[in-house]
Each structure stands twice: as C-alpha cells, then as structure tokens.
C-alpha cells in the first residue's frame, strides 16, 4: 500500500513537472520560430534601423516599427489608466459596502461583461464612440478628427478590461480575513480608513498582479482595438490622432503579403516584438511584485 502511494505521488509529480517544462517549452518555441521567421528582414536591415524609424512603406522596401511600438503602448497606457480607478473602486464598493444580495446581483453581470466578443465592443465603438469623438469631443480641442483615434481605442480597450480587473479585485478582496476589518473598526477607523489602509494594502501584491494580467490582456487584444483605434502608421501626436498597434498590423496584413518575402517577415518581426515586449513587461512586473511583497512582509 505504501508503495503504490509512493508511485502515485512520484507519478503526480513527473507528470506536473513535465506540464509546467512543456509550457516553458512553448514559449521559447514560439520565440525561436518567429526569430528565424524575422531573419530575412533583420538581414537586409540593422535592428536599429527598424525600431528607430516610423516610415512604414513596404512596397519600396522600408520597415519602420517605432509608430507601432509607439502606437501599442499608448492605447494600452492610455487603456490602463482609464481602467484601473473605476474596477477598483467599484471592486471596494461591492466587497466592503455592499450587502450580500447586491453582491450575487453583480457578480453574474460583470461574467457576462467579461465574456463578450471583443468585436462587439469594436461595433459599439464604432457605432457610438467615434462619432462622439468626431462631432463633441475632438472639436473642443483640436480642428478635426475623424474619431478613430488613441482615444476611441483606449476607451474601448478600457471598458473591455474593467470587467477582467473587478472578478480579480472582487476574489482578491474576498480572500481577506474578516478578522482585518474588524480589528480595524474596533480601534475606531471608518469603513472607508479601512477598506483603503487594511483591504487595499493587504491586497496590494495581488491589486500588482491583476493590473499585470491586464495589461498582458491589453496588450495582444486585436479585434476592437483595429475597428476604432484608425490604423494609420505615424506617431500619436495626441489623444485625437490615429494609432497603429502591432496587433492590427498582424491582423490586417498577414495573409494578403504573403507572396511578398520581406512583407511577411517584417509581419513576423512585429508578432516578435510583440512576443518580447509582454515578456519583458511581465518580467519586470514580477521583479517588482516581489520586492513588493518582501517590503510589505
């Protein structure tokens, strides 16, 4: 009997060794197979060359990804910041004053707002956002927009991620020990002093995490972000400019260049930055949770 615990606990542990290598694995094969997909493009360009330019005209054989890079990192800033507030505050709310029949009733609401097509949200952009960027908003500041725009993008990008962020925020705060909130209001401290210096700060590694896996999430999102965003290859000079992520371009030109070489190798190279800068960005974010963690232990 012992023995055969001992074989199904080795077993157990192979074999979830095995899954978590192989994922690992997967990574490093997708970064190896867009490497040599990119290597016609490197080769006939300096790396330099094509992060530091912004002139995208493939037919004359000159690959600038700096609008891009620029343009993804924007919409996903801009998306972010317009995000986080709303999902965590409303996140507040619901867990430390709402009541349990309030709660039930939103919690379904924002699974269903999580689960809706990104295109979706890219029709309704369409339909209703950029027309009130176009005809009210954009006026009052600049001469003319057409509303496709870094702020149609992030706008929709935000509302796509704000229901991800509050079913995290929502089981983070849940997690919470009762007795934290109690000792808190027992020594005299309002509900409000509460939620932000005990929930909110014992929560904060995890409030890290959940804005990391956003903007992880925001980052790739193609779909609505295409429809909105304008797709025109320069550099966002404001909020009311067209932008270009790196998704869109993927999406909208692979597949039509392939008879072109260098066309779908510079496709490839973005799917490669793309791939670099999430890992980059998740790295990073990882070093500073930890650190995070360690100071508030």
Request: proline fraction near 4%; hydrophobic fraction near 55%; include cysteine.
């Given at each position: 009997m012992k023995l055969s615990r001992r074989i199904k606990d080795l077993t157990a542990t192979r074999l979830m060794m095995l899954t978590t290598m192989s994922a690992f694995a997967l990574m490093i094969i997708i970064g190896v197979v867009l490497a040599v997909k990119s290597e016609q493009i490197l080769s006939g360009h300096s790396l330099w060359s094509l992060l530091g330019s912004s002139v995208w005209k493939p037919m004359k054989g000159e690959f600038g990804f700096l609008a891009f890079i620029a343009g993804t990192l924007a919409v996903t800033a801009l998306a972010i910041v317009l995000a986080l507030p709303p999902a965590l505050m409303a996140s507040i709310w619901l867990s430390e004053y709402a009541n349990s029949r309030i709660r039930s009733l939103f919690a379904p609401v924002i699974d269903l707002l999580a689960g809706i097509p990104p295109v979706v949200y890219g029709v309704w952009g369409t339909l209703t956002l950029v027309p009130l960027i176009s005809e009210t908003l954009a006026p009052c500041f600049v001469d003319f927009s057409t509303g496709y725009s870094l702020l149609a993008g992030g706008i929709v990008l935000a509302i796509m991620v704000i229901p991800l962020m509050m079913g995290l925020f929502g089981e983070l705060f849940a997690s919470i020990?009762?007795?934290?909130?109690?000792?808190?209001?027992?020594?005299?401290?309002?509900?409000?002093?509460?939620?932000?210096?005990?929930?909110?700060?014992?929560?904060?590694?995890?409030?890290?995490?959940?804005?990391?896996?956003?903007?992880?999430?925001?980052?790739?999102?193609?779909?609505?972000?295409?429809?909105?965003?304008?797709?025109?290859?320069?550099?966002?000079?404001?909020?009311?400019n067209p932008v270009y992520p790196l998704p869109?371009?993927?999406?909208?030109?692979?597949?039509?260049?392939?008879s072109l070489p260098d066309y779908e190798s510079a496709l490839m190279l973005a799917a490669l930055i793309l791939f670099v800068i999430i890992i980059a960005f998740n790295v990073i974010s990882h070093a500073i949770l930890h650190r995070l963690k360690q100071r508030i232990a």
């Open positions: 020990p009762r007795d934290l909130r109690e000792a808190s209001l027992a020594l005299g401290a309002t509900r409000w002093e509460t939620a932000r210096r005990v929930v909110v700060r014992k929560a904060l590694p995890g409030i890290v995490a959940t804005v990391v896996l956003a903007i992880s999430r925001a980052f790739g999102e193609t779909i609505a972000v295409m429809m909105v965003c304008g797709n025109v290859a320069d550099m966002p000079g404001s909020l009311f869109a371009l993927i999406a909208n030109n692979y597949g039509e260049m392939m």
